[in-house]
């Protein structure tokens, strides 16, 4: 069956950078679009990168362009999320996904990000 299982999260300081990444299984990665989410206590669910099958298409949330950048390595079926210059309202659950079409047709159980001084 399909999984993503996130990993790469914790605490940091503003300024602060963290590594989140995702490993799939149970179906052919490298045919699929890739996305993260994060959710925020009290907040909608927002889209916070994108990255289409052979990484040449990658979209950014306004939020978070120029400081985070989507990546993907089709030959271990991962995905990473590089996140720098971390700030408070960065804190989330950040969420692995499968795209299909305009949604996501699969979610890992997240990884939570807490940015605090």
């Known amino acids: 069956q399909v999984q993503l299982v996130e990993s790469g999260g914790g605490l940091v300081q503003p300024g602060g950078s963290l590594r989140l990444s995702c490993v799939a299984s149970g179906f052919i990665f490298s045919l699929y679009h890739m996305s993260w989410y994060r959710q925020a206590p009290g907040k909608e669910r927002e889209l916070v990168a994108d990255i289409s099958f052979n990484s040449g298409f990658r979209n950014y949330a306004d939020s978070v362009k120029g400081r985070f950048t989507i990546s993907r390595d089709n030959a271990k079926n991962m995905m990473y999320l590089q996140m720098n210059s971390l700030k408070f309202e960065d804190t989330a659950t950040y969420y692995c996904?499968?795209?299909?079409?305009?949604?996501?047709?699969?979610w890992g159980q997240g990884t939570l990000v807490t940015v605090s001084s």
């Open positions: 996904t499968r795209r299909r079409g305009a949604a996501a047709d699969a």
